[in-house]
C-alpha cells in the first residue's frame, strides 16, 4: 500500500539540499566540488519545481526544469574547459590559484 508523499517533505529534502550545496561552495576550495555543489543546488530547484507543479496539475514547471538543465549543462561544459585550464597553466584545481592566470 502506497503512502501520500506530501508537499512538506519535497521542501524538506530540497532545503537540505540546497544547504549542502551552500556550504560546499563556502567551504571548500576544490574547484570540481565547487561545480558539483552548484549543480547540487540547481537540482534542489529543480525538485521544488517539479514537485510544486506536480502538486497544483500545471507542467509549466517541469517545462522549465529542462530548461535549466539545459543551461547547467552548458554551465559543466564551460567550467570544465576552465578547470582544464587552470590545471594545465597551475597544476592544480585550487580556487585561490586562479590568480596566478592574470597577465
Known amino acids: 500500500m502506497l503512502k501520500e508523499v506530501f508537499i512538506d517533505h519535497y521542501i524538506y529534502l530540497a532545503l ?7 556550504l560546499g ?3 571548500r576550495r576544490n574547484a570540481i566540488v565547487l561545480f558539483m ?3 547540487l543546488m540547481l537540482n534542489s530547484v529543480n525538485l521544488l519545481l517539479v514537485a510544486f507543479s506536480s502538486r ?10 529542462f530548461f535549466i538543465m539545459t543551461v547547467a549543462a552548458a554551465e559543466v561544459a564551460v567550467g570544465l574547459a576552465i578547470i582544464v585550464m587552470l590545471y594545465r597553466n597551475t597544476r592544480s584545481i585550487d580556487i585561490g ?7
Open 16 to 22: 537540505t539540499l540546497f544547504c549542502i550545496g551552500i
Open 25 to 27: 561552495v563556502l567551504i
Open 37 to 39: 555543489s552548484i549543480e
Open 56 to 65: 497544483m496539475g500545471d507542467a509549466a514547471g517541469q517545462i522549465f526544469v
Open 97 to 103: 590559484d586562479a590568480n596566478k592566470l592574470k597577465w
